[in-house]
């Protein structure tokens, strides 16, 4: 069972749509992370949270929000977005600032991304 | 540049067989770890392994073991036992605590493991 939960777990949006995706996780770690990920590759870190602030954008377009609430919520804001941003787009945390130090990531199911 | 590499893009093995996905990395650094996650069809990266550089021992969880050569800069994931829950992509990852800004898994492209009856 994972402890990593995203919603919803498929959506379908047009180009001029906004819509967000969710993330929760009651393990009490500090880090989060979005990725993205196309089919049978490995997953594209995106973006960073460390202590409810954001620490690394790895320089995604800015039609990707991203937004910590708390300590136990990530959320990803979605608006004009391109047929190429279909994905998975996957949501894990981990134990200290970030995964330097080792710590295991721990990963959502994924939120199925659709752009038509 | 810190790399990973897993050089088999495709496996296939027999149930209740051995299995050895191979993983090559490179890296200047001496203190860092090294991961295997697996992502069965049902799409949810799971941890398999986990391996700490400066540990000699080989990690083992079950039915699952690694071969840390560290000069080598190999690290190969067998699976004893095989069983179709096994059927999946395995990815085989790196980090270093002392990559400064670049404090990221390093990710290899993936073995698809496919377990059959």
């Known amino acids: 069972d994972t402890e990593v939960t995203q919603t919803p777990k498929h959506l379908v949006m047009g180009m001029t749509n906004k819509k967000s995706l969710k993330c929760e996780q009651h393990m009490g770690h500090r880090a989060m992370y979005w990725y993205k990920q196309k089919a049978k590759k490995p997953p594209e870190l995106m973006f960073v949270y460390s202590y409810e602030k954001l620490s690394i954008n790895e320089s995604v377009p800015s039609r990707f929000s991203p937004e910590c609430p708390n300590s136990s919520l990530l959320n990803l804001h979605l608006h004009a977005l391109q047929p190429e941003d279909s994905a998975l787009y996957l949501c894990?945390?981990?134990?200290?600032?970030?995964?330097?130090?080792?710590?295991?990531?721990?990963f959502g199911e994924g939120s199925w991304l659709t752009v038509v | 540049a810190q790399t990973v590499t897993q050089s088999q893009p495709e496996m296939s093995v027999q149930e209740a067989e051995t299995v050895t996905l191979s993983c090559t990395y490179d890296?200047?650094?001496?203190?860092?770890?090294l991961f295997w996650y697996k992502q069965p069809p049902s799409r949810q990266m799971i941890l398999v392994i986990r391996?700490?550089?400066?540990k000699q021992q080989n990690a083992t969880e079950n039915r699952f073991s690694v071969n840390f050569q560290k000069a080598a800069k190999s690290f190969s994931l067998k699976i004893s036992d095989s069983q179709l829950g096994d059927t999946a992509m395995y990815f085989c990852a790196f980090i270093s605590p002392n990559a400064g800004n670049n404090r990221k898994l390093i990710w290899g492209l993936g073995t698809s493991l496919a377990v059959n009856p």
């Open positions: 890296t200047s650094e001496s203190n860092y770890y």
């Open positions: 391996q700490e550089a400066y």
């Open positions: 894990a945390s981990s134990q200290g600032a970030d995964s330097g130090s080792g710590n295991t990531i721990y």
